[in-house]
């Protein structure tokens, strides 16, 4: 099956147009975040997304790789500084309008944060039904995109039943299904195999094709060269490792190496 193939092109959550003709995506100005009265976990992060590009995120462990997500998926909003999101503030943005902004996002928790008492198929097709999409034509992405991350025999399983990788995998389809404008996924790959890893990747670059950005986190490097036209953001206790916030290719387009 071509990757292609498992997203409808007419299932598109909220109408989606493609992202390469918006001016912008995301952009961060001197954006600091704590919890609490803690220091600050980011510190004068600015960078900006541009529409249909692919990213890697990447840093030691407690670079603020999770809390940076947290900002880009609504989760959490930011102590400082200003973010937006396809051209409104989100800092200013009334609390009862960010629901319509996150049916515009998809996002693959670290933790997978699968409905437990809903089924593997349920779970995938959780975004479209959601939507509004109407039972009858539920059935064929959800089952193609079930069988491309190798679940289509586990359609009828809970969550329970699953394995981590398993879990990991549903979590992965439930955020591409609706092809959303931004996806945003956390260490998507640290519960598989490298193979599958490998085909979890062109699952995103075929979604990135068809215009969605997209935000992986990673600390694993070797996956940094699997995506040629990707760029890169390196945080580095809480500050990108270029204060400008400019954004490199991975290694083997730019001779970089990493240690």
Same mark, same amino acid.
């Given at each position: 099956m *071509? #990757?292609?193939?498992?997203?409808? &092109? !007419?299932?598109? %959550?909220?109408?989606?147009?493609?992202?390469?003709?918006?001016? +912008?995506?995301?952009?961060?100005? *001197? #954006?600091?975040?704590r919890y609490g &009265? !803690?220091?600050? %976990?980011?510190?004068?992060?600015?960078?900006?997304?541009?529409? +249909?590009?692919?990213?890697f995120l990447t840093g030691a462990s407690g670079a603020g790789k999770t809390s940076l997500?947290?900002?880009?998926?609504?989760?959490?909003?930011?102590?400082?500084?200003v973010i937006r999101m396809f051209g409104t503030d989100l800092v200013t943005l009334p609390r009862a309008r960010l629901?319509?902004?996150?049916?515009?996002?998809?996002?693959?928790?670290?933790?997978f944060r699968l409905v437990p008492h809903l089924s593997a198929y349920d779970n995938v097709a959780l975004p479209l039904r959601v939507s509004g999409v109407r039972e009858a034509e539920l059935a064929k992405p959800v089952s193609d995109m079930l069988e491309w991350?190798?679940?289509?025999?586990?359609?009828?399983?809970?969550?329970?039943?699953?394995?981590?990788?398993?879990?990991?995998?549903?979590?992965?389809?439930?955020?591409?299904i609706g092809r959303p404008d931004m996806l945003v996924a956390d260490e998507p790959t640290g519960n598989v195999d490298p193979d599958m890893a490998l085909k979890l990747l062109r699952l995103f670059e075929a979604l990135n094709r068809l215009g969605t950005t997209v935000v992986v986190a990673?600390?694993?490097?070797?996956?940094?060269?699997?995506?040629?036209?990707?760029?890169?953001?390196?945080?580095?206790?809480?500050?990108?490792?270029?204060?400008?916030?400019?954004?490199?290719?991975?290694?083997?387009r730019s001779g970089m190496e990493d240690t």
């Open positions: *071509n #990757v292609e193939d498992s997203f409808d &092109t !007419d299932m598109a %959550v909220g109408g989606k147009t493609d992202m390469r003709n918006r001016t +912008g995506v995301v952009s961060f100005d *001197n #954006v600091g975040l &009265t !803690d220091r600050e %976990v980011l510190s004068d992060v600015s960078f900006n997304l541009h529409p +249909g590009s692919f990213y997500l947290k900002l880009l998926y609504l989760a959490q909003r930011p102590s400082r500084g629901p319509a902004f996150r049916r515009r996002l998809g996002v693959v928790f670290q933790d991350v190798g679940l289509d025999h586990r359609s009828h399983a809970r969550p329970e039943t699953l394995s981590g990788g398993e879990q990991q995998r549903v979590a992965i389809a439930r955020a591409v990673t600390h694993d490097v070797h996956l940094l060269k699997k995506v040629p036209d990707s760029l890169i953001m390196r945080l580095d206790r809480g500050r990108l490792s270029d204060p400008t916030g400019a954004l490199r290719y991975p290694p083997r």
